[in-house]
């Protein structure tokens, strides 16, 4: 038996067909990764990659502690991400989740994407805050955190004084475990020393690495006023490791002076971990 169709019904069906606007792609989020990168397509957005988690740009965190996640707006994305002065230090990898643990002070977070057709964006994307975590006056490590140092290799490390008033000059000591890693360099960071404008700094520094023991012992001499106030980093510290394993560099003697038989009292200070 022959079937017959009408040929009004087929038309009617591919008019109905036609006036349907039937949507085959999933929705995506945010509403920017609707526009295709196609290079066919006269307006392609360009690649993009935002912060959709961590501290706001000028935020003000009171934790040492900080998490940042990102998002790019093109499939299959790699990410690098870097903080301060590590920008251009860091590898490309899948990530999209960064934490941190900084010292006080102003930081800089920064971010790009590459897609898999090897497209990088070219601006980094970036995130500027503040950690403030520590009740002065303080002494710490920064950073007070060090990971990822193999045998052989070196690491870097600052003390910093946090929220001191009119300090006239400092004497501080630590200990660090001699058969792990040895001091190779050691300066006075002299800036926020001599923001003043003082005559010079009266310094004495001295390492032993065969027992693992470092001290610094300065005053400022002259200046107008003739001492300091704030925060900032008085010396930089390189050590060379040896051994690969968790310990610590530690304060064993702090003494911040405002002048003959008058202190400054230390309310907090921050070894530096190594692991």
């Known amino acids: 038996m022959k079937v017959k169709v009408c040929k009004c019904v087929l038309m009617v069906i591919v008019i109905v067909l036609l006036g349907c606007n039937i949507d085959f792609l999933p929705d995506v989020e945010p509403p920017e990764h609707n526009n295709p990168y196609d290079p066919n397509n006269p307006n392609p957005q360009e690649l993009k990659t935002e912060i959709i988690e961590g501290p706001e740009e000028g935020a003000v965190v009171d934790t040492c502690?900080?998490?940042?996640v990102v998002r790019a707006n093109r499939p299959s994305s790699q990410y690098v991400a870097a903080i301060d002065d590590t920008i251009n230090k860091s590898s490309w990898n899948r990530d999209s989740v960064y934490e941190y643990c900084l010292c006080e002070g102003e930081h800089v977070f920064y971010v790009k994407s590459k897609d898999a057709l090897g497209n990088v964006e070219k601006v980094w994307?970036?995130?500027?805050?503040?950690?403030?975590?520590?009740?002065?006056p303080g002494v710490i490590f920064y950073p007070f955190y060090i990971s990822h140092a193999d045998s052989g290799s070196s690491f870097t490390t600052h003390i910093y004084l946090d929220d001191v008033d009119s300090l006239k000059g400092f004497s501080i000591k630590f200990t660090y475990p001699s058969n792990r890693f040895s001091i190779s360099a050691i300066k006075l960071d002299s800036s926020f020393l001599l923001s003043n404008n003082p005559d010079g700094l009266a310094s004495f520094i001295g390492y032993n690495n065969t027992w693992g023991r470092c001290s610094?012992?300065?005053?400022?001499?002259?200046g107008d006023p003739e001492w300091v106030s704030g925060s900032g980093s008085i010396a930089t510290i390189t050590f060379s490791v040896s051994i690969v394993a968790r310990d610590s560099i530690t304060f064993s003697h702090l003494t911040l002076s405002k002048g003959l038989n008058s202190n400054i009292s230390v309310k907090y200070h921050r070894n530096c971990i190594y692991e």
Request: glycine share 8%; charged share 20%; proline share 0%.
């Open 216 to 222: 610094l012992d300065v005053y400022i001499l002259g």
């Open 65 to 68: 502690y900080v998490r940042f």
């Open 125 to 136: 994307v970036n995130r500027t805050f503040v950690v403030n975590d520590v009740d002065g």
